[in-house]
Each structure stands twice: as C-alpha cells, then as structure tokens.
Nanobody, 115 residues
C-alpha cells in the first residue's frame, strides 16, 4: 500500500516563501514521477511541477523561476520550494506519485498568500 503524506503549507504574505514536503511510503521501485498539483476554489486541479526518479523536471509556466522541485530518492520524498509567492498561488496543494501505471495522491495542504 503506497501512501503520501504532505506537509509545510500555511499562511504567508506576498513575496514570502514556503517549502512543501511529501514523503511516500510503501513498495516503490523503478521509474516513477513525483509532483505537486494545486486546486483553487472553483477551479480544476492543475500541475505545478513534477520530477522524475532520474531527476528531470517540469514546471507550470505560472511558477517558472519562482518554484523549485527536488527529491530525495533514498527517502522517497519530494520537496517544493516556493519563493516570491503571489496571492494567485493560494490553493490546496496535493502531492502526487505516478508509479507502475497507478496514480497516488496525498491529503492536500493549504497554502494561503495574503496581499
């Protein structure tokens, strides 16, 4: 059973920084992709960034240059460093793992950026 546990959300002023973490537990081996999605009220869940087990990254245009995704494969943990936060970054952020044709989600963590 694969489980994802995310942490690190909170309230921050515009221009501030937050770091999200997500640890995956269970039997995970081989190629996989870990990432973060976000969902604002009334909107769909969209990709923020993802990173493969080999280290390749992909970012949404809205966060390029401000957010950095990284991972520790030994700990099956993915991180999202968010800098220069804007009010439009306010959303629930969900950790995601794609592995062996399956899609796993964390419980979501709220990020609120005040203007």
């Amino acid at each position: 059973q694969v489980q994802l546990v995310g942490s690190g959300g909170g309230l921050v002023q515009a221009g501030g920084s937050l770091r999200l973490s997500c640890a995956a537990s269970g039997s995970i081996f081989g190629f996989n992709v870990m990432g973060w999605y976000r969902q604002a009220p009334g909107k769909q869940r969209d990709l923020v960034a993802h990173i493969t087990s080999s280290g390749s990254t992909n970012y949404a245009d809205a966060v390029k240059g401000r957010f950095t995704i990284s991972r520790d494969n030994a700990k099956n943990t993915v991180y999202l460093q968010m800098n220069s936060l804007k009010p439009e970054d306010t959303a629930v952020y969900y950790c995601n793992l794609k592995f062996s044709t399956r899609n796993y989600w964390g419980q979501g963590t709220q990020v609120t950026v005040s203007s």
